[in-house]
């Protein structure tokens, strides 16, 4: 009887230990406590080029994260990006001209949303869209421009 | 000539049969879970014999797993500047790979051989007929509750394993190699996703956990009962358990993580 009293409590002291880890592992590794995942309102932003943003991506104003972005699409009529956002309840009060980039963290770093706010009363709501928008920097094309303005400078 | 083609068919036909018993023998297995679940002492004793007393062996590997990828991590990453990212490399590397499949690998032969040899021993010594003379069902009585104490036990240990090895990174990382704190943690928690990495990883060792106890309970079933058939029977659960995981392991990332 002694016996299976030491079996069960070291089962259940097993147990115990996986449920932690496997806490831990969602909570300190990885974003669960961060993202409330699924919450929040959509917005649309179309751009010209989205270079290479993901999926997931952050969206963020001020350099603060406030969503992700939850789908890029080929709009096959525009021949744009069309780029869903979702952005988090309690930021609710983004202005309609309210300008969407796609920026580069770092020179070799991941591609995110920057939305710098405009200076309207009225505010975004579900389903709107972002009206301004600035496309990736791609940088073969950054170096073509610079290597064509220097090939004109020394002719002249 | 006619003679090679009757072996290679009579090898495809007996492997055939095997795959078939080996079914059968799963089909009752899971049609044990009523009466387990009538008597939870049995599964508690065999999660106590895999699980509980592979804890050791999980969670000294786990400990320098995490340490040797934090090293090595730490000498690729350094080179790119990016050393502040060896969280997001020891975490991700753990927890959707090292994690489920090297606690699947040390599962099967700390715990699959041992039930393998368990079961072949018994029907070498005629319990399981025994069992059988007093119309208990051996396969009910014996297998399930085996079956599923490694079912439980699988993911239980790979989760451990995961966070004491992104403990052992933390340790050598930030601890020796001087990496911050704050950026260790930081960018683990914004690169981590808990239901892309965590949960598939679960998911895999959950996967692996069926396959090892499935693999250890058929071997010992069908062992030729002498002592030279259960112990390559323990041979078999070994290799075949490894071969099935690292095959799954593939074939499921590339489902989870393909895209």
Redesign the interface.
């Known amino acids: 009887m002694a016996r299976t009293r030491t079996i069960e409590i070291l089962v259940g002291a097993f147990m115990a230990a996986g449920i932690v880890a496997l806490f831990f592992l969602a909570m300190r590794v990885s974003n669960l406590s961060a993202s409330p995942g699924g919450d929040g309102y959509l917005l649309k932003a179309r751009f010209d080029n989205v270079g290479s943003l993901k999926v997931r991506a952050p969206v963020t104003m001020a350099g603060v994260r406030v969503g992700r972005v939850e789908s890029i699409a080929f709009d096959k009529g525009t021949y744009e990006a069309l780029v869903t956002l979702r952005i988090e309840r309690e930021y609710d009060n983004l202005p309609t001209d309210t300008f969407a980039n796609v920026f580069t963290s770092g020179l070799l770093g991941e591609q995110y949303i920057g939305l710098d706010p405009g200076g309207s009363t009225d505010y975004l709501h579900d389903g709107d869209t972002v009206g301004h928008t600035q496309s990736a920097l791609v940088l073969e094309q950054m170096i073509g421009q610079f290597l064509f303005n220097k090939a004109g400078e020394s002719t002249q | 000539m006619l003679e090679l083609l009757r072996q290679l068919g009579r090898s495809g036909l007996q492997s055939l049969a095997n795959l078939g018993r080996g079914h059968i023998l799963l089909a009752g297995i899971l049609l044990g879970l009523p009466s387990l679940v009538a008597r939870p ?1 049995l599964l ?2 065999q ?2 014999n895999v ?2 007393l592979s ?1 050791l062996i999980i969670a000294v590997s786990g400990l320098f797993v995490g340490m040797v990828l934090g090293l090595q991590g730490y000498y690729v990453l350094s080179q790119f500047g990016a050393a502040q990212s060896l969280g997001v490399m020891v ?1 991700a590397s753990l ?1 959707r790979e090292l994690g489920p499949v090297v606690t699947a690998l040390l599962v099967a032969g700390r715990a699959g051989s041992a039930l393998t040899a368990e079961v072949g021993l018994m029907k070498a010594t005629e319990q399981l007929s025994g069992l059988e003379m007093m119309a208990v069902d051996p396969v009910k009585r014996i297998l399930t509750p085996r079956f599923f104490g490694g079912l ?2 699988m ?3 790979a ?2 394993f ?3 090895g ?1 403990m052992g990174g933390w340790f050598v990382g930030v601890g020796l190699l001087g990496v911050d704190e704050g950026a260790y ?1 930081g960018q ?8 892309e ?2 949960v598939n990883g ?1 998911i895999k060792s959950i996967v692996f956990g069926f396959v090892v106890a499935w693999i250890a309970l058929f071997q010992g079933y069908e062992a030729i009962p002498t002592s030279e058939g259960v112990s390559r029977a323990t041979t078999r659960t070994v290799v075949h358990s490894a071969l099935a995981v690292l095959g799954l392991d593939f074939v499921l990332t590339a489902l989870m993580f393909g895209d």
């Open positions: 002492q508690l004793a999660i106590f699980g509980v804890v975490a927890v439980v036990s993911p239980l240990l989760a451990m995961s966070a004491i992104v943690w683990l928690q914004a690169k981590i996703d808990f239901e990495d965590v679960v």
